[in-house]
C-alpha cells in the first residue's frame, strides 16, 4: 500500500486530490519475541498457548517481570502491542499459584487483583480475555453499575480477578471497605489501564482515589503492586507515578509486530459558505468524513471513523450509510454508530459484528478507542483532532492491528489547531507525544477527597503526606468549615451524609442539575451546573443516547431543565463575555520587555447568546440574546504583557491593538492542546489593551475548571513553543482575513469582532523576538 497511486484513489477523490496536504508512511514492524519467565506456572503458559500465544513479546516480559518483583509498572507501548498480557500474566500467576497451593494448605491465602477501566465496554473486553484463559483458579468477575445487586456480595466474597471502574471504586468499594475485607487483605496487583486517559481534573481526582486505596489497602495490611497500561506517552513512569503516588518503572519500548499504515493528512476545501463577518468557511470534517467512509465501505475496506461528538458519530453514520444505498442498495445496514451510552447489549452487539465483519463501517466517538480489542480493519479515519498525540496513534493504530497494511486519514476541522498540524507535519510524526496533565492538589478536588477518606478511615498525622504537600493546610480549612474534626489520634468525618457524594469524579463541581423530559416526566439524566449555560440554557439542542431534544426551560432554583424531544437540523452554540481579575502571581519570566506569567486568577463570566448552526454546513442559522446571571470560577491563568512600545515597533499602530490581541488569544487557545493534553473547550481567554491589574496591553489563557486543571501551566512551560506553533497556524491559513480555521472562536461573545489577522502574526513575533531558544 505504499504505491501513492494505488493508495490515494481509495479515499474517492482521484490520484491527486486538493485536500491531501502529506502523505506519510509509517512502516511495519517485526516483532521481538521474549521466553516465558521461569517463574510462570506452566498451567498458565499452558493456557495462553492454547490461545495461540506460543511466547509473547519483549516488551510484555519486560513489564510482568517488574511487576512480579513487586515494582509499580507501567507498559507504555502503541495500539495493539499485547499490553494486556503483561499485566495479566503477574496477577494471574499469583492467583494461580495461591488457589493451587490452597488446596492442599490449611490456611489458603489467595492473592486476588484489581482491574480499573475508564469504560464499561472495555472491562467487559477484559474479563471475556481473561476468562478465555480457561484456568478454574480464576474467578473473574465485573463489578460496575450493570452488575446486578445478587451478584454483588458473591463477588465481594469470592471473585479473586475484579473488574471495576473508578466510579464504582470511588462510590461502591472504598466507602464499604469493611465488606471487602477479605479481598483488601490479599489484593496483590492493582492494574490501571488506559492509564493516559486519567489527565485534566478526572485525572486529579483519580490521583487521589489512588492514594485513597492505598491507604485502605495499609489499613489491611496490604501493599499492592501497581501496573499501568497506557498508550505512548512523554514521561509515562513521572505521569504514572503522579497518578498513584509512588515511584514507578517505565516499559517504552514496543516490540509487537505491526504492519504498514500510509496515514494521509486531509484538510477540506473552503466553500462559499460564509460565517461570522463574512470569513470564508471550509466543508465541515463531518461532511467530508462521511464521504470518505462511504468511498472506503464501498470498495469493501473495513473502516472506522472517529469522532469526539455522540452527535458526529450518529450523523457520520447517517449521512454515510445513505451515501452507499444510493450507489450499492447490497451495503445497506453495514455502517453503524458506536458511542458511550448504548446499553449493555446493543454495546456488545455492535462489538461483536465489527469484529466478525458483518459490518464495514463504524462511526464512533472514543469509546472504541479506549483498548477495546478489534483486529483485522483496513482503515482509520480522524474526524477533526483527537485532542492529543496519544490518542490519534492510538485510533490510527486500530488499523492493520492483525499484521496487514492499513489506510488512515486525518480531516480537519475549522480550527486552528487542525490548520496547524495539516500543514506541520512534522508536529504530528516527528515530536514527543504529549505529557499526561493533572493536578492531585487542585484544592477543589484535593478537599472532598480527604473528607471522603476521613469518612472511609480517619486520617492519621502520619498519612497525611500521601495527599501532598498541601494536604495538611487543606485539612486544617476542612476543619475550619465544618466538615472535618481535628481529634488527636486524627481527622474525622462526623456527618451523617456520604462524603463520597461530594465528589462527582468526572465533574467540575457545582452540584448535578436534572434534565427532565417535561412531556413524561422522566429523569432523563444529570449536568452539572457549570454546564448549564453553555449546554443546557432555553433552546440549546440537547443530546441524550442519540435522541435529541430542545431545551423549553433552565430552572436554577429548582436545579432542573426541562426538556422536550425534537429533531432539530442544527445544533446550538453558546457565547460569553468574561472578565479576569489577578490574584496571585506564582511564577514569572521576562523576555525582554515581554514578561510572562502564571498564578491565581478569579474569572468572571457571563454566557450572553447562543447561535444556531446547520449540522453539515455549519451555517449559522440565527442567534438568539440569553439574560443569564454572571458565574465566577477561581482558577490558574498563563498571560502575556507587552508595552506599546514593543507593539509600535512590529508595526501594530494603536488602533489595532485590540484586533491583533483578540485574534491572538483566540489562536492561541486553539493551539494549547498542541502542548498540554486539553481540549479547546477545557480552556479560555481574555485579552485587552489596558488590563486594570498589569496596566499593559495583556493576553490571558485560563484553565475553565475551578482550581485549574494543570492545563495552562503546561502552557506557561511551553510557551516558546505555543506562541510559535500559535502565529504559524495563522500564517498557514489560505483565508484574508481570519476565519474559523486560524483566529475565530465559536464561542466569542464578542461576535469576532475585532480581530486583525495580520496584526496577530506581528503580536507574536513581537512576543517570541527577546524570546530566545
Known amino acids: 500500500m505504499t504505491d501513492f497511486r494505488t493508495l490515494v484513489p481509495l479515499l474517492g477523490h482521484g490520484s491527486d486530490p486538493e485536500a491531501l496536504r502529506h502523505l506519510r508512511i509509517l512502516p511495519a514492524r517485526d516483532a521481538v519475541h521474549g521466553p516465558w519467565p521461569e517463574w510462570v506456572h506452566a498451567d498458565v503458559v499452558a493456557a495462553y498457548a492454547r490461545l495461540g500465544v506460543e511466547s509473547p513479546w519483549l516488551h510484555q516480559v519486560q513489564a510482568a517481570g517488574l511487576a512480579h518483583d513487586g515494582l509499580h509498572t507501567v507498559v507504555a507501548t502503541g495500539t ?61 468477575a465485573a463489578y460496575d453499575g450493570d452488575t446486578d445487586p445478587g451478584e454483588r456480595r458473591w463477588i465481594r466474597d469470592h471473585a479473586n480477578f475484579v473488574l471495576a471502574n473508578p466510579d464504582m471504586l470511588h462510590f461502591g468499594i472504598l466507602p464499604n471497605h469493611p465488606w471487602w475485607a477479605r479481598f483488601f487483605r490479599r489484593l496483590a496487583f492493582v492494574v490501571v489501564d488506559e492509564a493516559h486517559s486519567y489527565r485534566g481534573v478526572f485525572g486529579s481526582h483519580v490521583a487521589n482515589l489512588m492514594r485513597r486505596l492505598r491507604r ?95 452527535r458526529g458519530a450518529e450523523t457520520i453514520s447517517t449521512i454515510a450509510q445513505r451515501l452507499v444505498d444510493e450507489v450499492d442498495p447490497s451495503l445497506r445496514g ?97 515530536l514527543q507525544v504529549e505529557a499526561t496533565v493533572f493536578d492531585p492538589e487542585n484544592p477543589y478536588v484535593l478537599g472532598p477527597h480527604l473528607c471522603a477518606a476521613a469518612s472511609e478511615q480517619p486520617i492519621r498525622p ?11 493546610g487543606m485539612l486544617d480549612s476542612l476543619v475550619e468549615r465544618g466538615y472535618l474534626r481535628r481529634r488527636p489520634s486524627g481527622w474525622f468525618w462526623t456527618h451523617a451524609e456520604s462524603a463520597a457524594s461530594m465528589v462527582n469524579l468526572r465533574a467540575d463541581g457545582g452540584g448535578p442539575v436534572n434534565v427532565i423530559d417535561s412531556e413524561t416526566g422522566a429523569l432523563l439524566g444529570t449536568m452539572d451546573s457549570p454546564q448549564t449555560h453553555y449546554q443546557a440554557h432555553t433552546g440549546a439542542v440537547y443530546i441524550h443516547q442519540g435522541a435529541s431534544y430542545l431545551v423549553d426551560e433552565l430552572n436554577e432554583e429548582d436545579h432542573c431543565v426541562l ?15 468574561t472578565t479576569i481579575e489577578v490574584l496571585e502571581v506564582l511564577r514569572s519570566e521576562d523576555w525582554g520587555e515581554v514578561a510572562v506569567h502564571f498564578g491565581d486568577v478569579r474569572v468572571t463570566t457571563q454566557v450572553v447568546s447562543f447561535q444556531r448552526k446547520a449540522l453539515v454546513s455549519n451555517e449559522i442559522l440565527g442567534e438568539e440574546p440569553l439574560d443569564l446571571g454572571a458565574r465566577d470560577l477561581f482558577t490558574r491563568a498563563v498571560w502575556f504583557t507587552v508595552p506599546e512600545r514593543r507593539l509600535a515597533a512590529a508595526g501594530i499602530i494603536a488602533g489595532s491593538i485590540p484586533g491583533a490581541l483578540h485574534a491572538a488569544e483566540h489562536a492561541a487557545i486553539g493551539l494549547l492542546p498542541l502542548v498540554a493534553s486539553s481540549d479547546r ?31 495552562v501551566e503546561r502552557g506557561y512551560e511551553q510557551a516558546r513553543y505555543w506562541l510559535k506553533a500559535t502565529r504559524d497556524a495563522i500564517a498557514a491559513c489560505e483565508c484574508e482575513r481570519g476565519c474559523p480555521s486560524c483566529v475565530q472562536s465559536p464561542k466569542c461573545g464578542n461576535k469576532n469582532n475585532p480581530l486583525d489577522k495580520a496584526g496577530a502574526v506581528s503580536l507574536l513575533g513581537a512576543l517570541l523576538r527577546d524570546a530566545g531558544a
Open 216 to 310: 485502605i489497602c495499609a489499613h489491611y495490611g496490604a501493599d499492592p503492586v501497581f501496573i499501568g497500561a497506557s498508550a505512548t506517552s512523554a514521561e509515562p513512569a513521572a505521569s504514572f507515578g503522579r497518578l498513584i503516588g509512588a515511584p514507578v518503572h517505565a516499559v517504552t519500548t514496543d516490540f509487537s509486530p505491526h504492519g504498514e499504515t500510509a496515514v494521509a493528512l486531509w484538510e477540506p476545501p473552503l466553500t462559499e459558505f460564509k460565517g461570522e463577518n463574512g470569513a470564508p468557511r471550509r466543508r465541515t470534517s463531518v461532511a467530508e468524513t462521511s464521504d470518505l467512509l462511504a468511498n472506503l465501505v464501498s470498495s469493501h475496506v473495513r473502516t472506522i471513523a472517529f469522532i469526539k461528538s455522540r
Open 334 to 430: 453495514r455502517i453503524a454508530a458506536y458511542r458511550s451510552g448504548y446499553l449493555p447489549e446493543e454495546r456488545r452487539g455492535l462489538e461483536r459484528q465489527l469484529r466478525s465483519g458483518e459490518l464495514l463501517g463504524v462511526a464512533s466517538t472514543s469509546a472504541l478507542e479506549l483498548g477495546i480489542d478489534v483486529s483485522g480493519l483496513d482503515a482509520v479515519l480522524v474526524a477533526g483532532w483527537p485532542g492529543t498525540r496519544a490518542s490519534f496513534f492510538q485510533q490510527i493504530g486500530r488499523a492493520g492491528r492483525a499484521g496487514q497494511n492499513a489506510l488512515a486519514a486525518f480531516v480537519a476541522s475549522d480550527d486552528p489547531l487542525d490548520t496547524y498540524l495539516v500543514n506541520h507535519p512534522e508536529a504530528i510524526f516527528d
Open 462 to 472: 502520619e498519612e497525611v503526606e500521601a495527599f501532598g504537600p498541601t494536604a495538611a
Open 80 to 140: 495493539a502491542s499485547g499490553k494486556s498480557l503483561a499485566y495479566q500474566l503477574p496477577a494471574v500467576d499469583a492467583i494461580h499459584r495461591s488457589v493451587t497451593a490452597g488446596r492442599v494448605a490449611l490456611e489458603p491465602t489467595d492473592a486476588v487483583a484489581l482491574y480499573l477501566s475508564p469504560t464499561k465496554a472495555l472491562a467487559a473486553d477484559q474479563l471475556k480475555a481473561v476468562n478465555a484463559l480457561g484456568l478454574d483458579s480464576i474467578r473473574a
Open 563 to 577: 426538556v422536550h424531544r425534537a429533531s432539530p437540523d442544527f445544533y446550538t452554540q453558546a457565547r460569553d463575555i
Open 681 to 711: 473547550w477545557d480552556i479560555g481567554g481574555v485579552s485587552t489593551a489596558l488590563h486594570a491589574d498589569t496596566e499593559l496591553p495583556t493576553i490571558f489563557v485560563y484553565d475553565g475548571h475551578p482550581g485549574g486543571a494543570g492545563f
